[in-house]
């Protein structure tokens, strides 16, 4: 019996994450936040001090790498036995997260991590190729985007509550200018799933959201 997988595409801060483990939660099923593996891995070389274009370096440091998930209501993340969550959301991390995932050789070897996640009694999977690339078999397929000011407004947010000092122009700037690296990278480009349905979450509830995918499952 095939292992039900619902694919959640998009660009970051369209609120993938939030959806992806609360779905989870409700249908009982396992969940992969592919993002955080190559924000994982973008800590790691940071800490190496390696450059990008060390690529054999990283292919080696993505193979080692012990990564556990544990995500109940909020996600809790250990790379190497250290706690990586709070790094994982700092913006130098996903800047160079975006810039790894466009290199075909790490994409390979991070490829066969996520696939690890098809387990039953299923498998919400959270990223940018999901539907596309890791797992085209998937039942249901969902492509979730929002305008980048509302993704950059929710980020702004949540610096400001963590404390940190953000600029809302700077911020949309940098959502905008990943979005277009996503987008036109030659290896497994951020475009939505053949068959998947497209949610814009710009002036949705978090609820409303979920909801809406949880009918396409159930």
């Given amino acids: 019996m095939s292992v039900p997988i619902l694919t959640i595409d998009g660009p970051s801060g369209a609120g993938k994450g939030t959806v992806s483990r609360l779905i989870a939660q409700k249908l009982g099923w396992h969940y992969l936040d592919s993002g955080a593996i190559y924000r994982a891995l973008a800590i790691a070389i940071t800490e190496k001090g390696l450059a990008i274009d060390e690529i054999d370096a990283i292919v080696n440091t993505a193979e080692?790498?012990?990564?556990?998930?544990?995500?109940?209501?909020?996600?809790?993340?250990?790379?190497?036995?250290?706690?990586?969550?709070?790094?994982?959301s700092f913006?130098?991390?996903g800047n160079t997260a975006s810039k790894i995932a466009a290199i075909p050789e790490i994409r390979a070897e991070l490829l066969q991590k996520q696939q690890h996640y098809k387990q039953s009694p299923g498998l919400v999977a959270d990223g940018r190729d999901m539907g596309t690339v890791v797992f085209p078999e998937a039942q249901y397929k969902v492509f979730l985007t929002a305008s980048a000011l509302t993704r950059a407004k929710r980020r702004y947010k949540q610096l400001k509550e963590k404390g940190i000092d953000a600029n809302l122009s700077e911020i949309t700037a940098d959502i905008q200018e990943r979005d277009q690296r996503d987008?036109?990278?030659?290896?497994?480009?951020?475009?939505?799933?053949k068959g998947a349905v497209y949610i814009d979450s710009s002036d949705m509830s978090i609820d409303q959201v979920v909801e809406e995918m949880l009918s396409l499952v159930q």
């Fill in 64 to 88: 080692d790498m012990d990564l556990v998930f544990q995500c109940d209501t909020k996600r809790h993340i250990t790379l190497d036995g250290h706690d990586i969550t709070e790094q994982l």
């Fill in 91 to 93: 913006e130098s991390t």
């Fill in 183 to 193: 987008s036109e990278r030659e290896f497994s480009p951020l475009i939505p799933a």
